[in-house]
Each structure stands twice: as C-alpha cells, then as structure tokens.
T-cell receptor, first 114, second 114 residues
C-alpha cells in the first residue's frame, strides 16, 4: 500500500527566505506526482505536476523535483512571501494507473512571517 | 480553466438526518469523480470513486450504505451522508479531471453534525 510522508509537518520562517519541503513515497511505481496548496477551510489548488519521466517542474518561484528511484520529491519555494502561507500537500496516484484518485501526505503547514 | 464546483460549502445538521453534497464539473464532462474526506490535521483520504452510469467503487472501511454516491450525469456526482452522526463531521472534497489534465478539486464541504 502506498504511503506518502511529508517533512516537516510545520514550518515558520521570515519573509524572503528560500525553503524546501520534502515528500517521500513508499511505492516508486508512480506515473506522476503532484504538489497542491490548501488554504484553511478551502479546497486544493494544483501547483505542479511532475510526470514520472521528468525530474523537475518549475512555475514562478516554485520548483518541484522528483527522484522516483529513491521515492522522494522536494518543493522549493524561492523568496517566500506571506501570501505563501498555507498547507502544502504532496500526492501520488492511488494505484498503478488509469483514472485513479490520489494518495496524499499529511502536508506541511507553512507560515511566512512578514 | 476547468472548474469543479461543490455545494454546499458548509452545512450543519442534526444527528440522524441525511445530508447531500453536490459536485459539478462546470466546463467539462467527467465520467469519473472522486470523493475524499479530511479530518482535522489529517490528510485527505479517498472514500470512493464515482462512476457515471454505474455503481461507485468504495475504499476499504467506507460504508457504502452510509455514504451514498450517485453519478447520474457526466457533470454531476452527489454524496449523501445518511443518518449522520457527530463522528461523520469532517471536510468532504470532490475532484474530477478533464481528459488529459490533472485532477481539479472542489472547494470542499464542511459538515458539522450536532
């Protein structure tokens, strides 16, 4: 059974810092990995999707990497801003393929201090 | 972009009553939709896969007679929590994906059973 772990569970840093969020998964037979943002009491916003054939994806100040063989992904946030405060979730497809749901980590609760 | 609309955003009901949550794909057809549940400080957990025109597929430990799913059209899936109890209080989120695109999530429904 796939398990997704995110470290750290919570992080509070001053504005402007660069930071790294970590995600690990137990079953490396995935065909993609996604990073989401969740604001309190809200749904999810997809940030980045990395296909299994890719090693990284970038969107603005966000960069996500994927090392399938080691079962790890990182989300790098550059020049953090207070508006980046949210919970960041990592997710992989629920099973091997097809129209699957996702298995999520518990998330990293991020606070950027002004 | 693709939008998934979920309604209501929050609901309070008395123990023993039933509550229906709607999930709509606004600008695309979705033969498959997914229902998740999220307890406080926990990850999203896949409850069931809703299939248009056929029975839903429930994950282990999810009572199909308690959480009734109907996917009667290509743009609408409903989740009915029957005979709700306080332990059913949770955040329920649906998702769907346009063909060839990542999953899109609704904004979720906060259910409180008193």
């Amino acid at each position: 059974k796939q398990e997704v772990t995110q470290i750290p569970a919570a992080l509070s840093v001053p504005e402007g810092e660069n930071l790294v969020l970590n995600c690990s998964f137990t079953d490396s037979a995935i065909y993609n990995l996604q990073w989401f943002r969740q604001d309190p009491g809200k749904g999810l916003t997809s940030l980045l999707l990395i296909q299994s054939s890719q090693r990284e994806q970038t969107s603005g100040r966000l960069n996500a990497s994927l090392d399938k063989s080691s079962g790890r992904s990182t989300l790098y946030i550059a020049a953090s801003q207070p508006g980046d405060s949210a919970t960041y979730l990592c997710a992989v497809p629920y099973s091997g393929g097809g129209a699957d749901g996702l298995t999520f980590g518990k998330g990293t609760h991020l606070i950027i201090q002004p | 972009g693709a939008v998934v609309s979920q309604h209501p955003s929050w609901v309070i009901c008395k123990s023993g009553t039933s509550v229906k949550i709607e999930c709509r794909s606004l600008d695309f057809q979705a033969t498959t939709m997914f229902w998740y549940r999220q307890f406080p400080k926990q990850s999203l957990m896949l409850m069931a896969t809703s299939n248009e025109g056929s029975k839903a597929t429930y994950e282990q430990g999810v009572e199909k007679d308690k959480f009734l799913i109907n996917h009667a059209s290509l743009t609408l899936s409903t989740l009915t929590v029957t005979s709700a109890h306080p332990e059913d209080s949770s955040f329920y989120i649906c998702s769907a994906n346009p063909r060839g695109s990542p999953l899109h999530f609704g904004n979720g429904t906060r259910l409180t059973v008193t």
